[in-house]
């Protein structure tokens, strides 16, 4: 892509932000990476992050309270748009965390793991939060390129999307049940992992997001 574009990180008081901005300038050298709770300077953006961390009740109240709702918004409209964790349920129309509303970008809702199904195919229970490194099973799109079928990344959740339109699932992973970890439509990707803390393949994952031309 010609010059350098501006990726803006978006700072709404949470998130990992420096892991996240460092991940970024490592995979796109020359481009800029700012990160900003400026709506100003997100709707300015060729690129947007958004990086989750903490609890959907916390992230809603913080994207009002900073007047980056509406930026947000608009920026999964008309550019390339990467939701990471919470940067995910976010984009879905309600959380059973806190039971707050999201953005309802994309419809369906966001869950916490049943935990009459936490068992793994040995009969052990398993842990909710879901921590560690796990499979991810692909649905073809570009921000794959070069990362093999089953590839692990990191995850840190109690929460995931359910009852989405299957069309828009690019990813998937099995904890005691399977469940979308990433999901894309036009201009937007957004995944329940952590590329920024995924080693190899989630910087490639990183550089193929700086690269996607939807």
Request: glycine share 10%; charged share 20%.
């Amino acid at each position: 892509m010609a010059g350098a574009q501006t990726i803006a990180v978006i700072d709404y008081g949470m998130g990992n932000l420096r892991s996240v901005s460092k991940a970024l300038e490592h995979v796109a050298a020359g481009q800029n990476v700012i990160v900003t709770a400026d709506p100003a300077v997100v709707a300015a953006a060729d690129r947007v992050v958004f990086p989750g961390q903490g609890a959907m009740p916390d992230c809603m109240r913080e994207l009002e309270a900073r007047g980056l709702r509406a930026a947000v918004l608009q920026a999964a409209q008309d550019k390339p748009f990467l939701g990471i964790c919470v940067g995910e349920q976010m984009l879905f129309e309600r959380s059973e965390e806190g039971n707050v509303p999201g953005l309802a970008v994309f419809p369906g809702e966001v869950k916490r793991f049943p935990d009459e199904k936490m068992v793994d195919r040995k009969g052990d229970r398993l842990k909710v939060p879901h921590m560690g490194w796990n499979e991810v099973w692909q649905k073809p799109h570009a921000l794959w390129s070069g990362i093999a079928d089953g590839s692990r990344f990191y995850f840190v959740h109690s929460y995931c999307v359910q009852h989405i339109d299957p069309l828009l699932t690019t990813g998937t992973t099995d904890y005691g049940v399977p469940f979308t970890c990433a999901v894309g439509r036009d201009n937007i990707f957004a995944v329940q992992f952590h590329p920024e803390k995924s080693a190899r393949d989630g910087l490639l994952f990183l550089k193929n997001f700086v690269e996607w031309r939807p």
